[in-house]
């Protein structure tokens, strides 16, 4: 039998940000050795972590590695991607719900264009917190050299809205740690203090109704049909009855687990997998939302503010009109929506607009909800509901 979650600590979700070639998945890995070494999780070498199975779902390739690992006081999942795109696609579209990140700066590099990218997408979707992993520092011996990288990062995110003078930047080595060096990895044991005092814990809404996004459908044989994702709110018991929104079914959940270990119950901000009782595998699919019956009403029609990409963050170069059809990322859901500017005639990249928009489907709506706009599988937009029609 499979050992079952305990929940003897706060549950957050984290991940690493920055550069390609900057030491993220090093980074990951070393942070797994030096718990794993502390007696608290499993030691995830950096093979395990980079070449995690590419998943593809309704033409979305999700391409994240999860790894989960205990500090003292606390339980994480943390999440790693390999490439940029894999950064603004899962980000944007709340795939990687993040409580906090990890920027990963070079010290030998400083900052890179998808350092700040990362830095600007992390505000857009709402991380309030990022730590700064200064990494490779045992290949820089110029004490100068760093504190110019440093106070370049720390620029940086006050730029950006972050207050990068009380930002903790903490000198690491993922490789030094990787191979046992007791400075680095003293200096990964400091990276993780820092996380753990720095990032708050989130307020979780585990009194609302139930609610997840379904980012996966996968079959157990002889079990069933297995749906997994993060719950945004509520809880869920073994034998809960559910709502599959998209799917038009109810049914009961006769399994839930997080990280393969069976849990009793699932609460806001857990990544799960659910088992649902006699749904067929085609039935249900990403973007589809399991909720507490009756607790939801899905909509069409909503106004939002819009930003539109420049094409310095990777969006459009030509303006939008009334009558532009993009599709809207919603949680983990795939729409198709017109856009009506109203009064304003178009928006420019760089813009802030406000919008009125109408979905091709139904799907569940509120204010507060962000979203990704995107058309030939790159970002143009990112926006926010403001009232649901
Ligand atoms: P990612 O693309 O950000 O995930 O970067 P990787 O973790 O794949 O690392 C990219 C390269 O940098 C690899 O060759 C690593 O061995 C090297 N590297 C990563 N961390 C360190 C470090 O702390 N020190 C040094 N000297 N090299 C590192
Ligand atoms: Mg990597």
């Not at 699932?266 to 990544?271: T, V």
């Not at 009558?323 to 005639?345: K, N, S």
Request: aromatic fraction near 4%; glycine fraction near 12%; hydrophobic fraction near 40%.
């Amino acid at each position: 039998p499979k050992t079952a979650y305990v929940r003897t600590k706060p549950h957050l979700n984290i991940g690493t940000m920055g550069h390609v070639d900057h030491g993220k998945t090093t980074l990951t890995a070393a942070i797994t050795k030096v718990l794993a070494a502390r007696g608290s999780g499993t030691f995830v070498p950096f093979d395990r972590i980079d070449r995690a199975p590419e998943e593809a779902a309704r033409g979305i390739t999700i391409n994240i590695a999860h790894v989960e690992y205990e500090t003292d006081t606390r339980h994480y999942a943390h999440v790693d991607m390999p490439g940029h795109a894999d950064y603004v696609k899962n980000m944007v579209t709340g795939a990687a719900q993040l409580d906090g990140a990890i920027l990963v700066v070079s010290a030998l590099d400083g900052i890179m264009p998808q350092t700040a990218e990362h830095v600007l997408l992390a505000r857009q979707v709402g991380v309030d917190h990022i730590v700064v992993a200064l990494n490779k520092a045992d290949a820089v011996d110029d004490a100068e050299l760093l504190d110019l990288v440093e106070l370049e990062v720390r620029d940086l995110l006050t730029e950006h809205g972050y207050g990068g003078d009380s930002t903790p930047v903490v000198r690491v080595s993922g490789v030094g740690a990787l191979a046992g060096d007791p400075r680095w990895t003293a200096s990964v044991d400091a990276l993780l203090d820092a996380v753990d005092t720095y990032v708050p814990m989130p307020e979780r809404y585990v009194d609302a109704p139930f609610l997840l996004s379904v980012e996966n459908v996968l079959t157990i044989t002889g079990r069933g049909t297995v749906v997994t994702g993060a719950v945004e709110r509520g809880r869920l018991r073994l034998g809960d009855r559910v709502q599959v929104l998209g799917a038009d079914v109810e049914t009961v959940v006769t399994g839930v687990e997080t990280f393969g270990k069976p849990m009793e119950e699932a609460q806001a901000g857990d990544n799960v997998a659910l088992l649902l009782r006699g749904v067929p595998r085609d039935a249900v699919r990403r973007g589809h939302v399991v909720v507490a019956p009756g607790s939801v009403v899905p909509r069409r029609r909503f106004t939002a503010r819009l930003h539109v990409l420049s094409g310095r963050e990777g969006g459009r170069t030509t303006p939008l009109t009334t009558g532009y059809r993009p599709q809207f990322h919603i949680r983990t859901a795939d729409v198709v929506g017109d856009v009506d500017l109203g009064g304003a005639a178009v928006a420019r990249p760089g813009d802030t607009v406000d919008v009125t928009v109408e979905l091709g489907r139904e799907i569940p709506l509120e204010p507060g909800l962000g979203f990704a706009v995107r058309e030939g599988g790159r970002t143009v937009g990112a926006g926010t509901v403001t009232a649901v029609l």
